[in-house]
């Protein structure tokens, strides 16, 4: 149980477009979900936490227009990186929070802006 | 604001050997969950065990134990029996059982197994 996958795995994408990376709960409703982005060796960085619904709550100094995040239905969060750069080129990861305490995690995602 | 340090970037152990990663962190909250999570060359967060701040018994799952020291805002996780599966990055988390959900990650360690 607690399964959360994401899509794609990897993308690469031309500078200025944008890229959507799905989340979903494979097995439970997700009433929380997060999105974290991690730097090589490094720990991950929250990016916003979004609640079914609602919208997200972005932390502090992360763009809310170049990041948007949807989370329309229990078992699906997505992130757009609208007009990705270079330095947006990064692993994203989501996490899902069911009824326990514990988040769950997706196998993240490596983007790749040209 | 919380936070989370772990003070060891990197740690190894012969295989079949015991190791213990530090983390300690600061909080001026009583109640609260504290995580251990793996992450593999796959880079999968693992969940490998969770505490929870107002009990006092130490967390265990298989080969995988915690000594939880509240009053010295403590949480070491000690794996014992070392296997080669068990090469990853190790991030211990802090959870407020207040309001914001969020984890607060250590900057992580890196576990080495030795054949």
């Known amino acids: 149980g607690a399964v959360v996958s994401q899509h794609p795995s990897r993308v690469i994408c031309k500078s200025g477009t944008s890229v959507k990376i799905e989340c979903r709960s494979l097995d439970f409703q997700a009433t929380t979900m997060f999105w974290y982005r991690q730097f090589p060796k490094k720990s991950l960085m929250l990016m916003a936490t979004s609640n079914e619904g609602s919208k997200a709550t972005y932390e502090q100094g992360v763009e809310k227009d170049k990041f948007l995040i949807n989370h329309a239905s229990l078992t699906l969060s997505t992130l757009t990186v609208t007009s990705a750069h270079p330095e947006d080129s990064s692993f994203y990861i989501c996490?899902?929070?069911?009824?326990?305490?514990?988040?769950?995690f997706g196998p993240g995602t490596r983007l790749t802006v040209l | 604001a919380q936070t989370v340090t772990q003070s060891q970037p990197e740690m190894s152990v012969q295989e079949a050997e015991t190791v213990t990663l530090s983390c300690t962190y600061d909080t001026s909250e009583s109640d609260y969950y504290l995580f251990w999570y793996k992450q593999p060359p796959s880079r999968q967060m693992i969940l490998v065990i969770r505490q929870e701040a107002y009990k006092q018994q130490n967390a265990t799952e298989n080969r995988f134990s915690v000594n939880f020291q509240k009053a010295a805002k403590s949480f070491s996780l000690k794996i014992s029996d070392s296997q080669l599966g068990d090469a990853a990055m190790y991030f211990c988390a802090y959870r407020s059982n207040f309001g914001n959900e969020k984890l607060t990650f250590g900057t992580g360690t890196r576990l080495t197994i030795i054949p």
């Open positions: 996490s899902a929070r069911g009824q326990s305490d514990t988040q769950y």
